[in-house]
């Protein structure tokens, strides 16, 4: 996990992850977003579908409206890392960090979109 640079959820720790532009070939928009937010190369082959989610904040956006609430449908993935990863991009996060499961849905510090990924699949502490 990173913890956000940037609204929305600024401040919390958060998976990495990014939005698809406009025109954007899903393919392409995966490989640009896993180089972004770890700096490596990825490609969607080596995931494995995570499922979709909602994320919904009340007063955050990238206009800085208060009045106007960001809405994301959000695609995961699961990635298994084979290499270590030494120089993490700082665009996006602040600092990175591991955790196990039981130290995600406890912490408070960790942003509740976050900690839904693993509720809704405890596979992922196997």
Request: charge should be positive; avoid cysteine; charged fraction near 25%.
């Amino acid at each position: 996990m990173g913890r956000r640079n940037n609204s929305p959820a600024k401040g919390y720790w958060f998976v990495p992850g990014g939005r698809i532009l406009k025109d954007e070939n899903f393919d392409v928009a995966f490989k640009r977003i896993a180089e972004d937010e770890t700096g490596l190369a990825m490609d969607l082959g080596s995931s494995i579908f995570h499922g979709v989610y909602q994320h919904m904040y009340p007063g955050e956006n990238f206009a800085d409206d208060p009045s106007f609430n960001t809405h994301y449908i959000v695609i995961a993935y699961r990635i298994k890392l084979i290499t270590k990863i030494m120089n993490l991009p700082k665009k996006q996060h602040s600092n990175y960090r591991w955790a196990p499961v039981h130290e995600i849905l406890s912490d408070p510090d960790i942003h509740q979109n976050t900690k839904n990924y693993f509720i809704m699949h405890r596979s992922f502490s196997r």
